[in-house]
């Protein structure tokens, strides 16, 4: 199996308390990691053709004091570099240096667009320190013409929930996209997970995890783990200078802990028994994420009578039925249930492409993210889709946008556009 993406845990301690995470209660040393060992980690992934280094697991990256270097490192040996933070330290002299460190994507995990909401979920965290934070990144990068793709990952919660419009509202002008996902990770019986979790997952079914499919995490001790939230080392595969990283990911504990979970032998991994990353969300919850991905994209405006006809006449064809007169997302949520089902990778392509044909410009690139997301879900590669993607959006700085949200090489696919 190709080994895609390594998470690198630089820095383990956090400077918040957040309700959903473990780290509070995690009983490994808190430490930062030695540059050597993360040069050495580096050099592995150049050596393995990994695409991607994520700087983050459990822990805030940006309080480690080499942080900036350490993108710099990764970019320098040409790999994408990707860091997740809570927002808290993102300041003016740390902004302008991850940008000019040339950071791939930048990820803010943020809940709320006011103060008692952000300061319920994020114990320790400011709305207004991130909000300022986040809009002088969204400046700098503006200004400054920096390709940096920005992020908003969001959790759906009970507490969350009804305040989404006012976030999207707040939030969206400052980055390129929001992620919405819901409650996840260890710990999904205890009483924050009971009280704020939308989905049913209860009655859901438990599915494995989709943490070894393409992605290894590397621990600040220096351990090859399976799992990025692996507050305790319990998933370890290898270590680094015993082993490289595409050995481990191949090897045969990564495969044990493949083969329990294909079998939905939780029971035998305790962490991943409490773990909600194993709990298929009931439909209910799928539904509500997707209807809020709807809404931020706005696929549902601005649709003239004409498109919304043509659109029932190609879901004809493919012998998808729509709502006679539906002004909603209902017509493209009927498609996305489609290949739920039906699921073969050209068939998916086959109704991208559709799907991108029909749309409005405007409308595309948020189409074509759920594509991907869909695309994904079946094991379809992005590199495939993207290819086909790029066969009917003709503007460059779409193109360029999709791919770096998807993590998507135009080069190698073959695509030369004008904004790279
Ligand atoms: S979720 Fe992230 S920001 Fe919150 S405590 Fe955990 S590591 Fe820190
Ligand atoms: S199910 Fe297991 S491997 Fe997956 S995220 Fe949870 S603890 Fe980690």
Same mark, same amino acid.
């Given at each position: 199996?190709?080994?895609?993406?390594?998470?690198?845990?630089?820095?383990?301690?956090?400077?918040?308390?957040?309700?959903?995470?473990?780290?509070?209660?995690?009983?490994?040393?808190?430490?930062?990691?030695?540059? $050597?060992?993360?040069?050495?980690?580096?050099?592995?992934?150049?050596?393995?053709?990994?695409?991607? *280094?994520?700087?983050?697991? *459990?822990?805030?990256?940006?309080?480690? @004091?080499?942080?900036?270097?350490?993108?710099?490192?990764?970019?320098?040996?040409?790999?994408?570099?990707?860091?997740?933070?809570?927002?808290?330290?993102?300041? %003016?002299?740390?902004?302008?240096?991850?940008?000019?460190?040339?950071?791939?994507?930048?990820?803010?995990?943020?809940?709320?667009? $006011?103060?008692?909401?952000?300061?319920?979920?994020?114990?320790?965290?400011?709305?207004?320190?991130?909000?300022?934070?986040?809009?002088?990144?969204?400046?700098?990068?503006? &200004?400054?013409?920096?390709?940096?793709?920005?992020?908003?990952?969001?959790?759906?919660?009970? $507490?969350?929930? @009804?305040?989404?419009?006012?976030?999207?509202?707040?939030?969206?002008?400052?980055?390129?996209?929001?992620?919405?996902?819901?409650?996840?990770?260890?710990?999904? %019986?205890?009483?924050?997970?009971?009280?704020?979790?939308?989905?049913?997952?209860?009655?859901?079914?438990?599915?494995?995890?989709?943490?070894?499919?393409?992605?290894?995490?590397?621990?600040?001790?220096?351990?090859? &783990?399976?799992?990025?939230?692996?507050?305790?080392?319990?998933?370890?595969?290898?270590?680094?200078?015993?082993?490289?990283?595409?050995?481990?990911?191949?090897?045969?504990?990564?495969?044990?802990?493949?083969?329990?979970?294909?079998?939905?032998?939780?029971?035998?991994? @305790?962490?991943?028994?409490?773990?909600?990353?194993?709990?298929?969300?009931?439909?209910?919850?799928?539904?509500?994420?997707?209807?809020?991905?709807?809404?931020?994209?706005?696929?549902?405006?601005?649709? /003239?009578?004409?498109?919304?006809?043509?659109?029932?006449?190609?879901?004809?064809?493919?012998?998808?039925?729509?709502?006679?007169?539906?002004? &909603?997302?209902?017509?493209?949520?009927?498609?996305?249930?489609?290949?739920?089902?039906?699921?073969?990778? $050209? /068939?998916?392509?086959?109704?991208?492409?559709?799907?991108?044909?029909?749309?409005?410009?405007?409308?595309?690139?948020?189409?074509?993210?759920?594509?991907?997301?869909?695309?994904?879900?079946?094991?379809?590669?992005?590199?495939?889709?993207?290819?086909?993607?790029?066969?009917?959006?003709?503007? @460059?700085?779409?193109?360029?946008?999709?791919?770096?949200?998807?993590?998507?090489?135009?080069?190698?696919?073959?695509?030369? /556009?004008?904004?790279?």
């Amino acid at each position: 199996m190709k080994l895609e993406a390594v998470a690198i845990e630089t820095n383990n301690a956090c400077n918040l308390h957040c309700e959903m995470c473990g780290n509070s209660g995690m009983r490994r040393k808190r430490q930062f990691m030695e540059m $050597e060992l993360f040069r050495t980690i580096v050099d592995d992934a150049v050596r393995c053709g990994v695409g991607n *280094i994520h700087l983050h697991t *459990i822990g805030e990256p940006l309080l480690h @004091p080499h942080c900036c270097e350490m993108v710099r490192y990764v970019r320098s040996r040409g790999i994408r570099c990707w860091l997740a933070t809570n927002g808290m330290l993102l300041e %003016d002299r740390t902004s302008r240096a991850l940008l000019e460190s040339d950071l791939s994507a930048l990820r803010v995990s943020v809940e709320g667009s $006011e103060q008692a909401v952000t300061g319920k979920v994020r114990r320790g965290a400011s709305f207004e320190t991130i909000f300022s934070n986040l809009h002088r990144f969204s400046e700098l990068r503006r &200004t400054g013409n920096y390709r940096t793709h920005v992020g908003i990952n969001t959790i759906v919660m009970k $507490e969350t929930l @009804p305040d989404m419009d006012k976030f999207v509202g707040t939030w969206g002008p400052l980055c390129n996209g929001i992620e919405f996902s819901l409650l996840s990770g260890q710990g999904h %019986d205890n009483e924050f997970y009971r009280e704020q979790q939308i989905a049913d997952c209860v009655s859901g079914q438990r599915r494995p995890c989709d943490m070894f499919l393409h992605k290894l995490a590397v621990t600040v001790e220096g351990c090859i &783990t399976a799992c990025c939230i692996d507050f305790e080392n319990d998933f370890i595969v290898g270590h680094i200078g015993d082993v490289s990283l595409s050995a481990a990911f191949n090897g045969r504990a990564m495969n044990r802990l493949r083969h329990l979970h294909n079998q939905r032998r939780f029971t035998e991994l @305790p962490c991943c028994d409490k773990c909600a990353a194993t709990w298929r969300p009931s439909m209910a919850g799928d539904e509500l994420l997707e209807g809020l991905r709807f809404r931020y994209y706005g696929l549902h405006k601005g649709k /003239t009578p004409a498109q919304l006809e043509s659109l029932r006449r190609r879901g004809e064809e493919l012998g998808v039925r729509f709502e006679a007169g539906s002004a &909603t997302a209902t017509e493209l949520h009927e498609l996305f249930q489609l290949l739920r089902i039906l699921g073969e990778p $050209e /068939t998916v392509l086959r109704l991208i492409a559709l799907m991108l044909k029909i749309l409005p410009m405007d409308e595309r690139l948020g189409c074509a993210a759920l594509c991907v997301h869909q695309g994904d879900a079946f094991r379809t590669t992005r590199e495939a889709i993207f290819r086909r993607m790029a066969t009917v959006i003709n503007d @460059p700085v779409t193109l360029l946008d999709i791919a770096f949200r998807f993590d998507v090489d135009v080069n190698a696919v073959g695509i030369k /556009t004008e904004a790279q």
